[in-house]
């Protein structure tokens, strides 16, 4: 006779149903929080605003966390494009940046990317620069943001080598610098220039401050 077999209460069943199910729910709240935090600001957007947003319950917004949790999230879904788990720096784009066979190469590719991606980035970056005055969790998360592109400007830099004139570590705090959210705020917005005028101008000063 068969004696059947008792379930393992250590196995937990997977539906992958269900599964995709959680990603949709997931990517729509992101999708909405970001839309609120580019809108409303990060203060004044509330948990019921991203709900009502998204089509779902505030109870579902809160199982994808807190409101910061929120931000965070929706901030590297901007950067990256999708919630793979790459690194931006990684990705094909900067990748090609990175691989370049000479400095001038280099930057010409990094501000393709750059008109490309700024746009969609930039109001969810200013969103998270104005949080950070104001919200000791989120003004956490910014520095470690900010010492995170640090690194990755420092890559761009090594990108630029041997045509640099000024040592690596120099190069990368000025891209860093001329990058930050801030400075692209205020020429590209503030004062109107739009993506293709400042990446054209950041370029130029790139090339003329680093480059032999």
Not at 125 to 151: K, P, S, W
């Amino acid at each position: 006779m068969t004696v059947a077999k008792k379930p393992d209460p250590s196995r937990r069943y997977r539906s992958p149903l269900r599964e995709e199910q959680a990603r949709r729910t997931h990517a729509a709240v992101i999708e909405a929080a970001t839309t609120c935090f580019v809108e409303k600001g990060y203060a004044a957007t509330t948990m019921k605003d991203v709900a009502a947003r998204a089509g779902v319950s505030v109870e579902t917004v809160y199982g994808q966390g807190g409101k910061a949790s929120l931000l965070l999230a929706a901030v590297d879904r901007t950067l990256a494009g999708d919630d793979a788990p790459v690194p931006v720096i990684e990705r094909a784009p900067l990748r090609e940046v990175l691989e370049s066979p000479d400095a001038r190469t280099a930057l010409r590719r990094f501000r393709d990317v750059v008109v490309e991606g700024m746009p969609q980035a930039l109001p969810l970056m200013h969103a998270f620069h104005v949080a950070a005055g104001g919200d000791a969790e989120i003004a956490a998360a910014y520095q470690t943001y900010e010492q995170r592109r640090l690194i990755d400007m420092t890559k761009i830099a090594e990108s630029l080598e041997p045509g640099l004139r000024v040592p690596t570590a120099e190069a990368a705090d000025v891209i860093w610098a001329l990058f930050s959210t801030p400075a692209i705020q205020s020429l590209m917005v503030d004062r109107g220039w739009g993506v293709e005028r400042w990446a054209d101008w950041v370029t130029t000063v790139l090339e003329r401050t680093l480059l032999d």
